[in-house]
């Protein structure tokens, strides 16, 4: 039980190293970074399973010790396990954000665009040009109209609060 025990140890501690690697890793060799993580754990997790067989089969004397050093190991390796999953889950939303990110960048948003489809469907209505630049001049002034009107009414609650105070 004792040599396996060594060397299904030297592999946690292997894999712990190999954990930091993950964070340094570029894209390309990051996926066989971690499928190598992967399959050493899965490795670790079949010597544990003799591990635990073997520590049943100890003496009496040393087998609640035994178990106990099986079970620190199967702790330690479901923790990185653990990490390893955090790791890919991370990984995975910063990908998938780059991804909705570099599909809004790749968007254009103009008004041009905008304005010249409602121009074309104007056209398909029958509007001519001329009604069009009158409904847009009529846009321009009313946004005069709003800012004229919000000044007057600040101004207005301006008097009513002096007036009344």
Do not use: W
């Amino acid at each position: 039980m004792e040599p396996l025990y060594q060397q299904t140890h030297k592999q946690v501690h292997e894999i712990q190293s190999h954990m930091g690697r993950l964070e340094t890793a570029d894209k390309q060799s990051l996926h066989l970074v971690e499928n190598e993580i992967q399959a050493r754990i899965d490795q670790i997790f079949s010597h544990l399973e003799r591990l635990e067989i073997l520590s049943s089969k100890e003496p009496p004397n040393k087998r609640q010790n035994a178990k106990l050093r099986v079970d620190q190991l199967k702790y330690d390796v479901q923790h990185l396990q653990t990490a390893l999953r955090n790791f890919q889950h991370r990984r995975y939303a910063r990908e998938q954000q780059e991804r909705q990110r570099e599909e809004l960048l790749s968007r254009t948003f103009t008004t041009n665009g905008t304005q010249k489809k409602i121009l074309d469907i104007a056209n398909m209505l029958g509007l001519s040009n001329t009604v069009m630049r009158l409904i847009e001049k009529r846009a321009f002034q009313g946004k005069y109209f709003m800012i004229g009107g919000m000044l007057l009414t600040c101004v207005v609650m301006f008097l009513v609060v002096q007036y009344l105070t």
